[in-house]
């Protein structure tokens, strides 16, 4: 009895719970759509259908489901942001390096990291394209510049987060600077580190699908806009909204998860 | 001796990125940067051009300005509200609350460009005025955003406390309500302003990608995307300038408030 009690009011189980609730929000609001509004599936349908949708051979495309469409674009755009959050995060690494090294890099290069960050990624994606001439790759700088602050300044953090003492201690024993930052400071900023990477991962994905919406060629942002215009089924939309909210929360734990792989000994927390 | 040391300090605080401004600036200026790049003025147009747009238009700008601070500033205000309310009831109920801590923390990783449709479309009915329910659906996609970043942060401030500072007051028979007021209280206070450093850049950013999205056409971000839909790359550039402007604006005015509040906090 007091097992099952414990079982039922653990951390999960009340997770549970809430997102049970979300969807029972969300299901009220549908049914109040559905009897008020004429097109109901254009604002909010039920949930069920979204899963309907899924496994329907309704053709959305001349050649492909639903489901096809969303995945293989999704396959794109996903592969898009993986490739620019892996350069953001080398990028970003070597940067707080840098200016965790050298005083004048940080005072130089600070400020204007806060600035990149305000710049609205789409206004920077038509130079980018201009740049590159190629509209996949600046795709993927784009998910490279946004994982690349929360990284850099998080990871700098970490390496000002050392203790003095230990510091002190590493000089007296007349270590090396590079014995010092192998030893002592990268272990010591590796939490920092994965903060950064928890809020970039998430960011990655959804500069990848925004700046899809600019440009044709594929990607979950083209389908997600070309839905919305009602050029093909609104329940592409719906899927994509689906799958980026589940991918997005995905990216997020997948970086807890790797964290606690690379460094057990730390208590993961929320 | 010690004063002047500080002062160098700031001094090349400020020189440092403003020499590194500069030299860019004049890169742009000269198109040594467009050689280097292999653009043209047409997409990255010259500062100066820039800038006399901006002078052109200011009444226009600060229409879409205006429109844009409304839809932010009334999302974070609201939105930090929220979130620090959600947290206090998190820490009164810490079974549940922490749970559904972790369900707002995995609201901010749904990517905003699907916030946005989806309220944009459930806001449809509030109004028949097309630029009163588009500012409504823009706020509350804000609000989300924000609130969620503040509710983990309130809550950790909430109830990552000083070691045995609880038992202390409750061994001077301290009310639950006490206990809060004098210390959760102002233990959170930091932990507040980390949130708003999050917060103040973002809710301006999602505010503009919002726009991108919204019915009525106006606000700064919206302007950016007609304008480098229809290629016109100055003005877009204009527009961007503008929203940075934004953006450094109300992180100063953080900044500023920060130093204020937290005046003798800091170690």
Same mark, same amino acid.
């Given at each position: 009895m007091n097992k099952a009690k414990k079982l039922l009011l653990s951390k999960k189980m009340i997770i549970l719970y809430w997102v049970l609730g979300l969807i029972a929000v969300w299901e009220v609001i549908a049914s109040i759509v559905a009897v008020t509004k004429r097109s109901p599936e254009n604002v909010l349908p039920h949930i069920y259908q979204v899963i309907a949708s899924v496994f329907s051979?309704?053709? +959305?495309g001349p050649t492909k489901t639903i489901t096809q469409i969303v995945i293989s674009n999704a396959g794109m755009t996903l592969w898009r942001a993986a490739v620019g959050f892996l350069i953001g995060m080398a990028v970003g690494y070597i940067l707080a390096l840098l200016m965790s090294l050298f005083k004048t890099v940080e005072k130089v290069a600070f400020p204007y990291l806060m600035i990149i960050q305000m710049i609205p990624i789409l206004g920077i994606a038509p130079i980018i394209l201009a740049i590159t001439k190629d509209i996949d790759a600046s795709r993927i700088i784009i998910a490279a510049i946004l994982t690349f602050y929360p990284v850099s300044t998080n990871v700098l953090a970490g390496f000002k987060s050392v203790q003095q003492e230990k510091l002190d201690l590493m000089f007296s024993l007349a270590a090396k600077r590079k014995d010092v930052y192998m030893k002592l400071m990268v272990p010591a900023s590796m939490p920092y580190f994965f903060t950064g990477l928890k809020i970039a991962a998430p960011m990655a994905i959804t500069a990848s699908i925004l700046v899809d919406t *600019?440009?044709? !060629? !594929?990607g979950l942002g083209c389908m997600l806009s070309q839905s919305l215009k009602h050029a093909m089924s609104i329940y592409v939309f719906w899927q994509i909204a689906f799958l980026s909210a589940i991918v997005g929360i995905l990216s997020f734990c997948l970086m807890g998860v790797i964290e606690k792989i690379l460094s057990p000994q730390r208590k993961a927390k929320l | 001796m010690k004063t002047k040391k500080i002062n160098k300090n700031m001094v090349t605080n400020i020189l440092y990125p403003v020499i590194f401004g500069a030299i860019i600036l004049i890169l742009c200026q000269t198109q040594i940067m467009h050689k280097i790049l292999g653009t043209d003025v047409f997409t990255l147009p010259l500062p100066s051009r820039i800038i006399e747009i901006i002078s052109e238009n200011i009444p226009k700008i600060m229409v879409n300005v205006k429109a844009t601070l409304i839809v932010s500033v009334g999302g974070l205000i609201i939105g930090s509200l929220l979130g620090y309310l959600l947290a206090i009831i998190a820490t009164v109920f810490p079974k549940g609350g922490a749970g559904g801590l972790s369900v707002a923390a995995a609201f901010n990783a749904i990517p905003i460009v699907v916030i946005a449709p989806i309220f944009n479309n459930l806001t449809k !009915? =509030?109004?028949?005025d097309a630029s009163f329910r588009s500012m409504i659906a823009k706020t509350l996609v804000v609000t989300v955003f924000c609130m969620a970043s503040m509710s983990i942060n309130a809550y950790r401030g909430l109830n /990552? *406390? $000083? $070691?045995?500072s609880v038992d202390l007051l409750k061994s001077y028979a301290a009310g639950n309500f006490t206990i809060f007021k004098k210390l959760r209280l102002p233990n959170s206070i930091p932990y507040i302003f980390i949130a708003l450093r999050v917060t103040v850049p973002g809710c301006i950013i999602s505010g503009v990608v919002c726009e991108y999205f +919204? /019915?009525?056409? =106006?606000?700064v971000g919206r302007q950016i995307r007609e304008n480098i839909v229809t290629a016109q790359y100055a003005t877009a550039w204009a527009y961007i300038t503008v929203a940075c402007i934004m953006g450094i604006i109300m992180y100063i005015i953080l900044l500023i408030a920060e130093n204020v509040l937290l005046k003798g906090r800091k170690s």
């Open positions: 051979n309704t053709m +959305a *600019l440009q044709g !060629g !594929g | !009915g =509030i109004s028949s /990552e *406390l $000083p $070691p045995f +919204a /019915e009525y056409v =106006i606000g």
